[in-house]
């Protein structure tokens, strides 16, 4: 039987996409090549404790276009984020701290012990951020390439003027290391802003990294960091349910190998491993460029050579290390107001976090580099039982394939590949750098897993290279020309095909922007 949507792939885009469909009508599939929903979001038990495997904040979906009206279902589903008034915040080597909180008159009073005015400064670019925020907002969370865009910039260009508009343009595009030092002088809050634009696929000398560092602030100030309560495979249950309710299908261990298209280039269905042949009116692809162009479409005549060329030299970005801990004790930080915080970076500022960028892209284990110390279970007591502690530590600068140690102490493993031993070997090294400020983390380790690029790579076809952001973020790959020059707003060369998740705008992150949009395209 034809359905009126087939949806490749089950990341939150297309979760999100699907139940949006399913909501208004339409018979929705939704074909998973693993055999668990979700992508990247999910859970595992291990020793009464849940540990979410990648991701597990969600910042980015509960300030999204969607979840206001997926929010109502998502609640009878039994999804309840929870957050606290201590979201993140750094530790230097020096043992400098500050703490970045939902609260700006405690940011603007704790900001200004640092130095002088520096809260009020703080407080002046929040309010810079506010000011265009209808503008930025717009372009992060709409189709670019289209009439309606065009004529929302030529409007703003008018109002504002056009000497003024350019000088918008060019403090929007402005790094993290040119920009945030004219504003910020206090190493703690430096260190606080630079190590988030890692957590969207930038690095301090990228353009628009200093303008993405202080949304990231805005937003985590306006609703922390939540969790989903429980863990995050709740949220995967909640929307399987509500597809499910509203007639659709979530169909895992199917692999999709080909799409499908008719004499007019239209989408027609999808070929399965086993060559079953599912027929449908859409196709939405939560795949990369990569596997779209040159693997299920790779034998349709209407995918011209220019396309075929610029998804062939679709590039990816650095790799990410996961490594869960499960200790039988609350970790004893050297700063006790450190101890509920959801997010930890250890980092010593923005000429740290560039060094550390460096090293990874050369393919070299960093000398020192980010270390991301989330703690759900400070923020979530459910995910521990029996006074045990969760911790997830992520590392966003790592190479993909290493060659070398900036540091040298592991150059003898570092041949090219992410062998268990090197693994395992740098993987102790960052937590003899965590016990520093945890004292009581080595002896308190009763669960440990680490999960290298190589393994993110091997968990998600998505994940190229270890890439969790599934391609750069460079300028040339982001907003219009994400994922390519050749192909605009989540469309295709083959009619109702349209291709979403991270590799196409609004990029990574859970906030199941694509998804949305491409929703609102499907009438």
Same mark, same amino acid.
């Given at each position: 039987?034809?359905?009126?949507?087939?949806?490749?792939?089950?990341?939150?885009?297309?979760? #999100?996409?699907?139940?949006?469909?399913?909501?208004?009508?339409?018979?929705?599939?939704?074909?998973?090549?693993?055999?668990?929903?979700?992508?990247?979001?999910?859970?595992?038990?291990?020793?009464?404790?849940?540990?979410?495997?990648?991701?597990?904040?969600?910042?980015?979906?509960?300030?999204?276009?969607?979840?206001?009206?997926?929010?109502?279902?998502?609640?009878?589903?039994?999804?309840?984020?929870?957050?606290?008034?201590?979201?993140?915040?750094?530790?230097?080597?020096?043992?400098?701290?500050?703490?970045?909180?939902?609260?700006?008159?405690?940011?603007?009073?704790?900001?200004?012990?640092?130095?002088?005015?520096?809260?009020?400064?703080?407080?002046?670019?929040?309010?810079?951020?506010?000011?265009?925020?209808?503008?930025?907002?717009?372009?992060?969370?709409?189709?670019?390439?289209?009439?309606?865009?065009?004529?929302?910039?030529?409007?703003?260009?008018?109002?504002?003027?056009?000497?003024?508009?350019?000088?918008?343009?060019?403090?929007?595009?402005?790094?993290?290391?040119?920009?945030?030092?004219?504003?910020?002088?206090?190493?703690?809050?430096?260190?606080?802003?630079?190590?988030?634009?890692?957590?969207?696929?930038?690095?301090?000398?990228?353009?628009?990294?200093?303008?993405?560092?202080?949304?990231?602030?805005?937003?985590?100030?306006?609703?922390?960091?939540?969790?989903?309560?429980?863990?995050?495979?709740?949220?995967?249950?909640?929307?399987?349910?509500?597809?499910?309710?509203?007639?659709?299908?979530?169909?895992?261990?199917?692999?999709?190998?080909?799409?499908?298209?008719?004499?007019?280039?239209? *989408?027609?269905?999808?070929?399965?491993?086993?060559?079953?042949?599912?027929?449908?009116?859409?196709? #939405?692809?939560?795949?990369?460029?990569?596997?779209?162009?040159?693997?299920?479409?790779?034998?349709?005549?209407?995918?011209?050579?220019?396309?075929?060329?610029?998804?062939?030299?679709?590039?990816?970005?650095?790799?990410?290390?996961?490594?869960?801990?499960?200790?039988?004790?609350?970790?004893?930080?050297?700063?006790?107001?450190?101890?509920?915080?959801?997010?930890?970076?250890?980092?010593?500022?923005?000429?740290?976090?560039?060094?550390?960028?460096?090293? *990874?892209?050369?393919?070299?284990?960093?000398?020192?580099?980010?270390?991301?110390?989330?703690?759900?279970? *400070?923020?979530?007591?459910?995910?521990?039982?029996?006074?045990?502690?969760?911790?997830?530590?992520?590392?966003?600068?790592?190479?993909?394939?290493?060659?070398?140690?900036?540091?040298?102490?592991?150059?003898?493993?570092?041949?090219?590949?992410?062998?268990?031993?090197?693994?395992?070997?740098?993987?102790?090294?960052?937590?003899?750098?965590?016990?520093?400020?945890?004292?009581?983390?080595?002896?308190?380790?009763?669960?440990?897993?680490?999960?290298?690029?190589?393994?993110?790579?091997?968990?998600?076809?998505?994940?190229?290279?270890?890439?969790?952001?599934?391609?750069?973020?460079?300028?040339?790959?982001?907003?219009?020309?994400?994922?390519?020059?050749?192909?605009?707003?989540?469309?295709?060369?083959?009619?109702?095909?349209?291709?979403?998740?991270?590799?196409?705008?609004?990029?990574?992150?859970?906030?199941?922007?694509?998804?949305?949009?491409?929703?609102?395209?499907?009438?």
């Amino acid at each position: 039987m034809s359905q009126d949507v087939i949806i490749i792939g089950s990341g939150i885009n297309s979760l #999100v996409c699907a139940a949006l469909l399913a909501k208004k009508g339409k018979k929705v599939s939704v074909f998973e090549r693993s055999n668990h929903l979700g992508g990247c979001i999910q859970s595992e038990f291990i020793e009464d404790c849940v540990i979410d495997t990648f991701s597990t904040a969600y910042p980015l979906f509960v300030t999204s276009a969607a979840y206001p009206i997926l929010k109502d279902d998502l609640a009878n589903e039994g999804v309840q984020f929870i957050s606290n008034a201590v979201p993140t915040a750094v530790l230097t080597s020096d043992l400098s701290w500050t703490i970045l909180r939902t609260d700006r008159k405690a940011n603007i009073e704790a900001f200004n012990q640092l130095k002088p005015g520096e809260g009020d400064r703080f407080d002046e670019q929040m309010n810079w951020v506010m000011q265009h925020s209808e503008l930025l907002f717009k372009i992060l969370g709409s189709e670019i390439m289209t009439f309606n865009m065009g004529s929302f910039l030529a409007k703003y260009t008018w109002k504002n003027g056009i000497a003024n508009a350019s000088l918008h343009a060019q403090a929007f595009l402005k790094s993290v290391k040119d920009d945030l030092p004219n504003h910020f002088s206090s190493k703690e809050l430096l260190a606080n802003l630079a190590p988030w634009v890692l957590h969207a696929g930038l690095s301090p000398e990228s353009p628009l990294s200093a303008t993405m560092a202080k949304i990231t602030a805005m937003s985590i100030e306006m609703v922390g960091l939540p969790l989903v309560k429980g863990g995050s495979y709740k949220i995967v249950d909640a929307f399987k349910s509500i597809i499910a309710k509203n007639g659709g299908n979530c169909y895992t261990n199917a692999h999709v190998t080909k799409i499908l298209s008719d004499s007019k280039g239209y *989408a027609e269905g999808i070929v399965l491993e086993n060559q079953e042949i599912h027929l449908a009116k859409h196709i #939405v692809a939560n795949v990369t460029p990569t596997q779209l162009y040159g693997n299920l479409l790779k034998d349709n005549d209407r995918i011209s050579t220019k396309v075929k060329s610029q998804a062939a030299q679709y590039k990816y970005g650095k790799g990410n290390m996961q490594i869960h801990l499960i200790l039988k004790e609350a970790p004893q930080w050297v700063q006790p107001a450190l101890k509920d915080v959801t997010y930890v970076h250890l980092t010593d500022g923005i000429d740290a976090v560039s060094q550390a960028v460096n090293e *990874a892209s050369r393919q070299a284990l960093p000398t020192k580099g980010t270390i991301c110390i989330a703690q759900p279970s *400070a923020v979530d007591p459910t995910r521990a039982k029996a006074g045990k502690s969760v911790l997830w530590i992520q590392l966003p600068e790592c190479p993909n394939y290493p060659i070398a140690d900036a540091s040298t102490e592991l150059d003898h493993l570092c041949q090219g590949d992410w062998t268990e031993e090197l693994k395992e070997s740098y993987a102790h090294k960052i937590i003899e750098r965590i016990a520093a400020v945890i004292p009581n983390i080595m002896d308190a380790i009763i669960y440990k897993k680490v999960m290298s690029p190589k393994d993110l790579a091997e968990a998600n076809i998505n994940l190229v290279h270890g890439d969790p952001y599934a391609g750069q973020c460079n300028l040339d790959q982001y907003l219009l020309w994400r994922p390519m020059s050749s192909v605009k707003n989540h469309e295709t060369p083959i009619k109702n095909l349209f291709h979403i998740g991270a590799s196409t705008h609004p990029g990574p992150g859970l906030s199941g922007g694509s998804g949305y949009l491409v929703s609102q395209k499907i009438k």
